[in-house]
T-cell receptor
Framework: DAKTTQPTSMDCAEGRAANLPCNHS???????VYWYRQIHSQGPQYIIH???NNETNEMASLIITEDRKSSTLILPHATLRDTAVYYC???????????????FGKGTKLSVKP | DTGVSQNPRHKITKRGQNVTFRCDPI?????LYWYRQTLGQGPEFLTY????????KSRLLSDRFSAERPKGSFSTLEIQRTEQGDSAMYLC?????????????FGPGTRLTVL
C-alpha cells in the first residue's frame, strides 16, 4: 500500500501557484519523497525528489517539513498544461541496497482553470 | 519524450490470444521496470530487471505473464491466453543504478484492450 495521503482533487487558477500537499507520517530516515505527474493517457513524468532539504528545479519546488511527516509540491505559475494527476511517493534507498519499485497511490487530480 | 519507447502504443485483442509488448529503455540504463495501470488507479509494479536478470516479480504477475530482457537492453512482456481483466495500460520505466537515489523515467505505455 502507498505510504502517502493526498487530497483527491484540487483546482487552481491559471497563472497562480499550485500547492499540492502530501502526508507521509510514517516516513523513515532513509526514505525519499518523490513526485510524479501523469497527464491523461501518457506515462508518468518525473518532477522532483528530496530527502529533508527543500528542493527546486525548473518544474517545481518541494518543501518538506522539518519532521518530514508532510511535504508540499509547488508549481509556481500553473498553466493549463499542468492539469494532471500528481503522485507523491515515499521510497527508500540505501548504499548497496536495491531501491525497488515505486508504489503509487491514487494521487491528486489537479485542474488548472483559465 | 523521456527517451523510453514502447510498442505498440495500442493493442486490441480477443480473449484467449497471446500478446507481446516491447520496451526500449534509455541507453545505458541498467534497470528496467514494468508496471500495469487500470482505469482510475495509479500504476502497479509488475517486475524489474537489472541488466538481463529479472530480480523481482509482483504477485500480480500470474503465470500467464512472462518478461524477458535477453541482452540487457530492450525488454518484452508477453501475456498468454489473455483475459478481459488484463485490459490496462502497461508501462515501462528505466533508470541507471549509480550508487545514489535513482529516478525512473517512464515510456508512453501500451494500452491493451481485450474483447
Amino acid at each position: 500500500d502507498a505510504k502517502t495521503t493526498q487530497p483527491t482533487s484540487m483546482d487552481c487558477a491559471e497563472g497562480r501557484a499550485a500547492n499540492l500537499p502530501c502526508n507521509h507520517s510514517t516516513i523513515s530516515g532513509n526514505e525519499y519523497v518523490y513526485w510524479y505527474r501523469q497527464i491523461h493517457s501518457q506515462g508518468p513524468q518525473y518532477i522532483i525528489h528530496g530527502l529533508k532539504n527543500n528542493e527546486t528545479n525548473e518544474m517545481a519546488s518541494l518543501i518538506i517539513t522539518e519532521d518530514r511527516k508532510s511535504s508540499t509540491l509547488i508549481l509556481p505559475h500553473a498553466t493549463l498544461r499542468d492539469t494532471a494527476v500528481y503522485y507523491c511517493i515515499v521510497r527508500g534507498w540505501s548504499y548497496g541496497g536495491s531501491q525497488g519499485n515505486l508504489i503509487f497511490g491514487k494521487g491528486t487530480k489537479l485542474s488548472v482553470k483559465p | 519524450d523521456t527517451g523510453v519507447s514502447q510498442n505498440p502504443r495500442h493493442k486490441i485483442t480477443k480473449r484467449g490470444q497471446n500478446v507481446t509488448f516491447r520496451c526500449d529503455p534509455i541507453s545505458e540504463h541498467n534497470r528496467l521496470y514494468w508496471y500495469r495501470q487500470t482505469l482510475g488507479q495509479g500504476p502497479e509494479f509488475l517486475t524489474y530487471f537489472q541488466n538481463e536478470a529479472q530480480l523481482e516479480k509482483s504477485r500480480l504477475l500470474s503465470d500467464r505473464f512472462s518478461a524477458e530482457r535477453p541482452k540487457g537492453s530492450f525488454s518484452t512482456l508477453e501475456i498468454q491466453r489473455t483475459e478481459q481483466g488484463d485490459s490496462a495500460m502497461y508501462l515501462c520505466a528505466s533508470t541507471v543504478s549509480s550508487g545514489g537515489p535513482d529516478t525512473q523515467y517512464f515510456g508512453p505505455g501500451t494500452r491493451l484492450t481485450v474483447l
